[in-house]
């Protein structure tokens, strides 16, 4: 094997935005599972095996007897939120979890304590908490966020940081060729506070990357999806990653739809909805908020059943995503798929599936992948957008300026992973089927 990634060595900072139900299940089940009382399901950094050399000598190995992996012990954890609750406070408030899969943590979680956010009431409007930095213009909030960063290192000795955006969905910001189009044109916005432009997840994507992390994009914000940010990450050699969560709905329709492009059957419709009552389900309700996961969630049929090459079973067919905010059901989302379908000679026919999930349960793995991929590829020497992490992602990033399709069909998603993961170890890529 010749692995040319730099070694894990010493502690990994993760600085997560956003101390909420996702974030804190992501936190709880890390520090649980490091003392032996959880289980880390779900993550594939922890548990899935990639095929490497073929035929006699093929064998499957874990992702870190392939490449170096920092570990879930070296993993220090750190915030900022709006509201100023810890993060055992916040995980018993979110109620994802069970009191007794929280309490052997206590300690731990209520040393995580929230940074004051960049916030900006007018990107959340539902959100009224308390914990907030007062900043002159955009780019004096950008200051603040690096310096939260530097002094995070300093206190808890870390050697890396990686910044995981897991905070609440901002109001959707079209890209704008004058500002976000270069990096040069975006910091002079920061500078003039273009409150419009410039979203407070810009600034911390922006300080993130000024100080050397990684930053993964959690939520479908156009943060880190804009020519300015790809040329941040450039100078600065660092991975980007984005964008929302593949957790639940958006994972079986990326895994369901190639069964009926494969198949050739036809799609009249997909309709999906969803009702789910925690405060991610709250901030949704706020169509400015919805409208920015709408074009993520929607993104994802297109480039698996597309029309232009297959006029006869794709042209027009209807698809349509919601969102409910239902209190009663809290993190425990019901995410409905009624698909229209038709076959030989066009008979219609119907598929439908409910998936009863639990939003965080499914989102934590997905944080702890991200992180320790990320940091992997920093490592590694790789920069700009990460596309091998596409795998985990509702609206995975491309250079839409270039044309560039993006790559939503589950299993080709894999395909990109694993060879990645193969290539970084210093195995050959292949496209042989496991
Ligand atoms: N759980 C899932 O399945 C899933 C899937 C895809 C994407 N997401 C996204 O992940 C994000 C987190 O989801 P959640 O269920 O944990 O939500 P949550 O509401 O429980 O937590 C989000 C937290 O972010 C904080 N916040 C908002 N703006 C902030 C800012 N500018 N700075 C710092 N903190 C800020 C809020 O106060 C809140 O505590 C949401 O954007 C959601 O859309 C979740």
Redesign the pocket.
């Known amino acids: 094997m010749n692995c040319n990634v730099k070694a894990a060595d010493g502690k990994l900072g993760v600085l997560v ?9 992501f936190m709880t089940g890390v520090l649980m599972a490091r003392k032996g009382l959880a289980k880390p399901v779900g993550a594939m950094t922890q548990y899935d095996k990639i095929r490497v050399g073929k035929g006699a000598d093929k064998k499957y190995l874990k992702y870190d007897e392939i490449v170096p992996m920092a570990k879930l012990d070296d993993i220090v954890f750190g915030a ?4 100023p609750e810890n993060a055992f406070e ?1 995980a018993m408030n ?1 109620q994802v979890l069970n009191e007794k899969d929280i309490l052997p943590v206590k300690d731990e979680l209520e040393q995580i304590v ?1 940074m004051k ?4 009431k007018n ?2 409007k539902r ?1 009224d ?1 308390n914990n907030i930095k007062t900043c002159k213009d955009r780019w004096d909030m950008t200051e603040q966020l690096r310096e939260d960063i530097r002094n995070f290192k300093k206190e808890h000795g870390v050697n890396r940081v990686v910044v995981l ?6 109001v959707y910001v079209p890209v704008n060729k004058e500002v976000h189009y270069s990096l040069a044109t975006l910091e002079a916005a920061m500078k003039a506070n273009d409150v419009e432009n410039i979203a ?2 810009m600034c ?1 994507a922006y300080a993130a990357l000024a100080e050397g992390a990684p930053f993964i994009m ?4 156009t943060t880190v999806d804009i020519p300015a940010m790809w040329e941040m990450a450039e100078k600065n050699k660092l991975p980007i990653a984005g964008k ?5 709905q958006t994972l079986v329709k990326s895994g369901f739809a190639p069964i009926i492009g494969t198949r050739c059957l036809g799609l009249a419709g997909w309709f999906s909805t969803n009702i789910l009552g ?3 389900g ?3 309700d706020e169509p400015a908020n919805f409208r920015t ?1 709408e074009v993520s969630k929607l993104s994802t049929l297109e480039s698996i059943l597309v029309p232009e090459e297959q006029p006869d079973l794709y042209t027009n067919y209807y698809h349509k995503v919601r969102i409910n905010y239902y209190p009663p059901r809290n ?1 425990n ?1 019901e995410g409905w798929d009624n698909i229209d379908i038709f076959g030989w000679m066009g008979y219609p026919m119907q598929i439908k599936i409910d998936f009863l ?1 639990r ?2 349960i ?2 934590a793995p ?1 944080c702890l992948d991200l992180v320790l991929l990320s940091d992997l590829a920093a490592r590694a020497g790789r920069w700009g957008t990460q596309r091998f992490l596409s795998f985990f992602l ?1 609206s995975p990033m491309h250079d839409y300026t270039k044309g560039e399709v993006p790559v939503n069909h589950l299993f080709q998603q894999y395909a990109i992973l694993k060879n990645a993961i193969r290539e970084m170890g210093g195995y050959k890529p292949d496209q042989e089927l496991d």
Not at 218 to 221: E, I, K, L, Q, V
Not at 244 to 248: C, E, P
Request: glycine share 8%; proline share 5%.
């Open positions: 935005v956003g101390l909420g139900a996702v974030t804190t299940t900022w939120d709006v509201y916040s979110c929230p956010a960049a916030f900006d990107y959340a959100l908490g955006w897991s905070a609440s969905t901002e407070p997840s911390y959690g939520a479908p914000n929302d969560f593949k957790t639940g925690n405060r991610d709250l901030v949704l996961k993190d989302k999930c939003d965080s499914l989102a997905l509702k």
